[in-house]
C-alpha cells in the first residue's frame, strides 16, 4: 500500500516568512492532493498535481511534483496567521485516497 | 464552503451503542467517500459509494457499514462501539471514482464513545 511521509510534523514560523513543508511518497504518485485542515474541521482543497515536473500557485501558495513523481513539495511565501493550520498530502489510490500524517503550521504575529 | 454537509456535528455515545452519521454530497456529484481520522493523524478511508454500491473498502471491521441513497446523500452505520472508534469522521464527495477525481470534504463529525 502507498505511504506518505510528511516534514516536519509542525512549524512555527514568524509572520512574512517564507515556508515549504514536504510530502514523499512510497510509490509513484499519480495524483497529489494538497489540502488544509483547521483543527476539528473538514479539509479544504488547495491544489492537485498529476504530471512530473507539474507546479501550480494559488494566492501566495505554490505547490509541486517532481519529475519522478515521488515527492510533492508546498511552499507559503510570506506567511500570514490566515495560513495556520494543519497542510495534509493526499495521494490517490484506486478508490481511495492515502494521506500523510499531516503539518502543523503556527504563524507567529 | 464545499457544499457537502454533515450531521450531526457532534456525538457522544456509549460502548457497545450504535451511532448513524449522515452525509449530503455537494451538487452533482454521485460518489461519497467516508474517511475516519484520529487526533494527531491523517484521514483513514473507511469506504467509498459511487451510484449506490460500495466501491472500495478500507481495513476496517463489518460493524462500519454503509449505504447511499438515490439522491446520493449517505450514511455511515457503526455498530457495537467502542472506545477506539472515538475519532472524526470526515466524507467527501466527488463527481466520479477512481483516480483523478478531487474529493470535497464536509466539515465532520466528532464522535466520542465513553
Known amino acids: 500500500s502507498q505511504e506518505l511521509e510528511q516534514s516536519p510534523q509542525s512549524l512555527i514560523v514568524q509572520e512574512g516568512k517564507n515556508l515549504t513543508i514536504n510530502c514523499t511518497s512510497s510509490k509513484t504518485l499519480y495524483g497529489l492532493y494538497w489540502y488544509k485542515q483547521k483543527y476539528g474541521e473538514g479539509l479544504i482543497f488547495l491544489m492537485m498535481?498529476?504530471?512530473?515536473?507539474e507546479e501550480k500557485s494559488h494566492e501566495k501558495i505554490t505547490a509541486k511534483l517532481d519529475e519522478k513523481k515521488q515527492q510533492s513539495s508546498l511552499h507559503i511565501t510570506a506567511s500570514q496567521p490566515s495560513h495556520a493550520g494543519i497542510y495534509l498530502c493526499?495521494?490517490?489510490?484506486?478508490?481511495?485516497?492515502?494521506f500523510g500524517a499531516g503539518t502543523r503550521l503556527t504563524v507567529k504575529p | 464552503e464545499t457544499g457537502v454537509t454533515q450531521s450531526p456535528t457532534h456525538l457522544i455515545k456509549t460502548r457497545g451503542q450504535q451511532v448513524t452519521l449522515r452525509c449530503s454530497s455537494q451538487?452533482?456529484?454521485?460518489?461519497v467517500s467516508w474517511y475516519q481520522q484520529a487526533l494527531g493523524q491523517g484521514p483513514q478511508f473507511i469506504f467509498q459509494?459511487?451510484?449506490?454500491?460500495?466501491?472500495g473498502r478500507g481495513n476496517f471491521p463489518p460493524r462500519f457499514s454503509g449505504l447511499q441513497f438515490p439522491n446520493y446523500s449517505s450514511e455511515l452505520n457503526v455498530n457495537a462501539l467502542e472506545l477506539d472508534d472515538s475519532a472524526l469522521y470526515l466524507c467527501?464527495?466527488?463527481?466520479?471514482?477512481?483516480?483523478?477525481?478531487?474529493?470535497?470534504f464536509g466539515p465532520g463529525t466528532r464522535l466520542l464513545v465513553l
Open positions: 498535481l498529476q504530471k512530473g515536473g
Open positions: 451538487s452533482g456529484h454521485n460518489t
Open positions: 493526499g495521494a490517490d489510490n484506486n478508490n481511495d485516497m492515502r
Open positions: 467527501a464527495s466527488s463527481s466520479g471514482q477512481g483516480s483523478g477525481e478531487t474529493q470535497y
Open positions: 459509494y459511487y451510484r449506490e454500491e460500495e466501491n
